[in-house]
């Protein structure tokens, strides 16, 4: 156990003053840890954390001599720092290190680090290779389940630029999920990350129940980037855009196919704004969400996928009033959306039904005989509509760069200018 004192308070001078812009602020902190870390020092923090200031201090341990840095930065304000050694005749030490960290942080040093993850389905298995780009693979596991249609991997070797392994850690998991969303759009199946969680699981030697870890390893995963052509590539099936094919499993498919644009998607996807890319991802995830829903709550698997549409909308006010029909009919035309709106189950009204007073229409809860003499369609056929006209508006929003040009009502226009005209009053 290592004593952590907080020396925000404490008396004495602070000889080294420096002031980190709000934008550059958590990158200092991590050019601070790669310091040490290649130093071999250890540190150890202390912080207090308020809705409109955060403050700490940090005490580097070093050789022969420890720094101190105090520090605090207010909401969206710049990172003020101030830093002395102990003892001060180590006081030219201590400003060498902290000047070695701003150059680094100035010169944006970073390395290249490698990193594999893995990616869960339920569909054929991954028996190929894909290549998203020279830095993002998409390879098949060492082992399979024994029947086709079963739990599935992808194994994902990437790599990134990064100041030391927690920021690494970071972007991984960032472009983990991204990569996740992306993949279930396009393959219109639910794809998660590494669960992490654990389950009850039953020995099948003794039948007794054990709580186990739930998860993929690969015994002997790389070092480093696996090599192009190390394993088959994945096969690639041909699509029409828009995309309203139903699309079965046929007695020939052994495997997981993707998309034949998928590659282009994909660069269309990273070429996006910022902004842009953050829309679709939220998009993609209430899409997810919808996705894994469908068993247990097709009501609610249904609202969602009308949310995902609707999250394609453009930034501003103008377009708060406007739905799933208008998003529809701008990114594919009227005569997709025309039939939504004849529906049995409209889709925006049964989204806001359930959203507001929790109505149910997919037979929730209600256990169907096998032997059943009736039985009402009516609620899939609708929902199977609906799915097409959600994943075919997603993937045209995507090859439209993120546009998504709906025309504006005239009455929302009027409303705007109020607002304006009161705003300016």
Known sequence: MVQVEDHRFAAGSWPIQLQVPATDADRWMLYLQAECEERGWSYSAIGQMASDENSGSITVQGDPYSVTIAWERQRKGPLTLQARSEPETAA??????????????TTRETKEFYRRSYLYYERLPWRGEFWLDDRLRLGPPSHHASWLLAPQVIVVDLTVDAVNWQETNSLVAEKIDAVALFLGVVMRCEITPDPGSYAWTIDPKTSSPELRQLGYIEQNAPTSMPQRGQNPSLPLHHVERPDFALRGITADETQQSLPADIHDLWQRYIALPADRQEQFRRAARAYQLGLSLWRQHRTASLAFRVVACEALKPPGRK?????????????????????????????????????????????????QMMMSTFRDPTFDEDYRVVAQATHAAMVEWLRAGGACPLPVRRSSVRKENVRKKRHRG
């Open 92 to 105: 030219e030490q201590a400003a060498h290190f902290v000047q070695r960290i701003n150059e680094r942080f």
């Open 319 to 367: 377009y708060d009033r406007w739905n799933v029909y208008d998003v529809v009919e701008s990114l594919l035309g009227t005569k997709y959306a025309a039939p939504l709106r004849r529906l049995a189950f409209p889709p925006q009204k049964a989204r806001s039904a359930h959203l507001h007073r929790g109505a149910l229409f997919g037979a929730e809860g209600v256990q």
